[in-house]
């Protein structure tokens, strides 16, 4: 259980104790009710603004036990749930000191939600209807052997992912095992979509000005959004191209729509075209949650921390090695 986990449930102690017998109960809607509608902001558009919760236990791939399957059982999503919390329990000690070691964190700490999707959707991609990342192109192939070959040797900094030097983790927006909120907030002609995820703060003005010369380029894209009716749609590139989402490179071109369809929830639904990394464009939609939390600073200091320890440990195999080849003598 995280820290916010153990507010959010003495919170809800605290208010169920206090709400009359039918308000627990709750009351069905009419259905003469009007279809709900989005408030507006003082600019006319949509309201998105406060905090929204992207947690879930629904993998981004289908697993294979679901292979053919787009949507589960209500007995299947429970059975999932139960598994998957106990597969990921990082308390657990079994496996040995490397199991152990690979759970880093214990599960205060861990924020993955409890179960799956609302419509119980098998994998969060959509499209292709396998539910899977397509495959990788053949220049994505060779591009990638020579950077794990650069990985391998660790010269420098620059050689590790991103997300390991607390730096992004880059777009779409999609659960981690932690930090899964947003903060959005409008203002005329803009809106702003912070992530709890290392605290990254996206600008996307809505003026429909051109995207920024090809040379200009942000871990995070350059942005443009406009609204279809009720939906924001997001158009971004620009990218760096180094640790983007899934192997995606310099040539992503990611489209996203967030559309408000209810009081409580957002559809956030993205489509990834990067003809030189995958075979073929794919999508997926998320549901975000709203929340009356607030998000925590993300202070990232484990990275920062570990990266002279990292390369130290890289320089100490080399110099191993290259002891171990001086006694054998010239081959």
Not at 23 to 34: D, I, L, R, Y
Not at 167 to 174: C, E, H, N
Not at 224 to 232: A, K, S, V
Request: hydrophobic content about 35%.
């Amino acid at each position: 259980m995280s820290q916010r986990v153990l507010v959010r449930a003495m919170t809800a102690v605290i208010g169920l104790a206090i709400l009359a017998p039918e308000q627990v109960a709750g009351q069905t809607p009419s259905s003469s009710a009007k279809p709900w509608k989005p408030s507006r902001t003082p600019d006319g558009q949509p309201d998105f603004q406060g905090v929204w919760d992207m947690a879930t236990l629904t993998a981004l791939e289908r697993p294979a036990e679901f292979a053919g399957k787009e949507f589960l059982t209500e007995q299947e999503a429970a059975e999932f749930e139960k598994r998957t919390l106990e597969q990921l329990d990082t308390d657990r000690r079994d496996g040995g000191n490397e199991a152990d070691l690979r759970r880093n964190y214990n599960q205060f700490w861990r924020e993955r939600g409890n179960s799956v999707v609302a419509s119980r959707r098998s994998s969060l991609i959509v499209d292709p209807p396998d539910g899977k990342i397509p495959a990788f192109t053949p220049e994505w192939r060779n591009k990638r052997a020579v950077r794990a070959q650069a990985a391998r040797l660790l010269s420098g900094p620059e050689d590790l992912a991103l997300r390991i030097r607390c730096i992004t983790r880059g777009l779409p927006m999609v659960p981690t095992p932690n930090n899964n909120f947003f903060r959005i907030v409008q203002s005329q002609g803009y809106v702003v979509i912070l992530q709890e995820m290392m605290y990254e703060a996206r600008i996307i003005p809505l003026d429909g000005r051109p995207h920024a010369h090809p040379n200009v380029r942000a871990y995070m894209g350059d942005a443009r959004g406009h609204w279809e009716g009720d939906t924001l749609v997001i158009d971004t590139t620009n990218f760096i191209g180094k640790s983007d989402f899934l192997g995606a490179d310099e040539n992503l071109h990611l489209t996203e729509y967030l559309t408000r369809t209810d009081a409580d929830t957002i559809l956030y639904k993205f489509t990834i075209n990067d003809p030189t990394a995958f075979t073929r464009p794919w999508s997926g939609e998320i549901p975000m949650r709203k929340t009356t939390e607030d998000l925590f600073a993300y202070e990232c200091h484990e990275g920062n921390y570990s990266l002279p320890d990292i390369l130290g440990g890289a320089r100490a195999a080399e110099k191993k090695a290259a002891d171990e080849a001086a006694k054998k003598g010239p081959q």
